[in-house]
Nanobody
């Protein structure tokens, strides 16, 4: 049974880069055809799909985030990481990692989720 767990700083200052890592257990991030994605949910708002990395290593992003976001992975640790640069207080949200079928581009397309981690952007 695959499990996902997010980790990272809970507080980031404006203009800095937010980095959140997803550790995956119970399954490899490089086998089969999955999307390993990042979704966030600001308080009182809907979930937003940000981007994903495929089992192949290719990445794809929401147009809303492609100028600021990048996703990398460490296959030796079975982890993948979201980097979001030039953050503002509007980037304050719960950040989730999730697994879905190849090319999933909406939160509803992901069926295995981490518990989420709160990240606050504030000086």
């Amino acid at each position: 049974q695959v499990r996902l767990q997010e980790s990272g700083p809970s507080l980031v200052k404006p203009s800095q880069t937010l980095s959140v890592t997803c550790s995956v257990s119970g399954g490899s991030i490089i086998i089969k055809s999955y999307s390993w994605g990042w979704i966030r949910q600001p308080a009182g708002k809907d979930r937003e799909w940000m981007g994903a990395i495929l089992s192949s290593g290719d990445t794809y992003y929401s147009p809303s985030f492609e100028s600021r976001a990048s996703i990398s992975r460490d296959t030796s640790r079975n982890q993948f990481t979201l980097h979001l640069n030039s953050v503002t207080p509007e980037d304050t949200a719960v950040y989730y990692c999730a697994r879905g079928p190849t090319d999933a581009r909406r939160p509803e397309g992901y069926n295995v989720w981490g518990q989420g981690t709160q990240v606050t952007v504030s000086s």
